[in-house]
T-cell receptor, first 111, second 113 residues
Framework: KAGVTQTPRYLIKTRGQQVTLSCSPI?????VSWYQQTPGQGLQFLFE???????NKGNFPGRFSGRQFSNSRSEMNVSTLELGDSALYLC??????????FGEGSRLTVL | KQEVTQIPAALSVPEGENLVLNCSFT??????LQWFRQDPGKGLTSLLL?????REQTSGRLNASLDKSSGRSTLYIAASQPGDSATYLC????????????FGQGTTLQVKP
């Protein structure tokens, strides 16, 4: 079974731009959650989608948004990028109530 | 608000030692607890999931225990190897069947040959 796939793996943007990150979950997993990892704040929950519906949202500004498609693939978008958005963005998939499996992450650098 | 703490923040041991990593959480009403490993620049690899009704889980040289009443979990690594060098993270589930985890800051382990 293929693992969680995230694209792109690395990207560089400038302040004010927007970015879209993609996540393909493990086949059969309908829950996809997103996390931001920074050296200062550690791993913080962004949001979770289940069957195309946002089920949970973390404490992030509205510039951070996401969606999930009917095939369970998910995207997250960050608009009006700020320097502080530089981070490793991790996606995880799971069956309801089951173990979370993470992808390799998308490393975003904002200049 | 649930808070997760991992002690120590860093640990350096010679190869072959048995070691214990600690994780504590403030709200004992957790659902599940999961231990992860992260290598530099990589994603998280799941090590062990302890469900709310369980007290421990074992996988190879790893054993994780959970004591909800005291708000603690420990990860025991037997006969450590240089390949075990990584950051170990524990996370508690915020509620039932959702994918929202609250993470500790991690313990960075170095195993010296």
């Amino acid at each position: 079974k293929a693992g969680v796939t995230q694209t792109p793996r690395y990207l560089i943007k400038t302040r004010g731009q927007q970015v879209t990150l993609s996540c393909s979950p493990i086949s059969g997993h309908r829950s996809v959650s997103w996390y931001q990892q920074t050296p200062g704040q550690g791993l913080q929950f962004l949001f979770e989608y289940f069957s195309e519906t946002q089920r949970n949202k973390g404490n992030f500004p509205g510039r951070f948004s996401g969606r999930q498609f009917s095939n369970s693939r998910s995207e997250m978008n960050v608009s009006t990028l700020e320097l502080g958005d530089s981070a490793l963005y991790l996606c995880a998939s799971s069956e309801p109530g089951g173990e979370l499996f993470f992808g390799e992450g998308s490393r975003l650098t904002v200049l | 608000k649930q808070e997760v703490t991992q002690i120590p923040a860093a640990l350096s041991v010679p190869e072959g030692e048995n070691l214990v990593l600690n994780c504590s959480f403030t709200d004992s009403a957790i659902y599940n607890l999961q231990w992860f490993r992260q290598d530099p620049g990589k994603g998280l690899t799941s090590l062990l999931l302890i469900q709310s009704s369980q007290r421990e889980q074992t996988s190879g040289r790893l054993n994780a225990s959970l004591d909800k009443s005291s708000g603690r979990s420990t990860l025991y690594i037997a006969a450590s190897q240089p390949g075990d060098s990584a950051t170990y993270l524990c996370a508690v589930w915020d509620s039932g069947n959702t994918g929202k985890l609250i993470f500790g800051q991690g313990t960075t382990l170095q195993v010296k040959p």
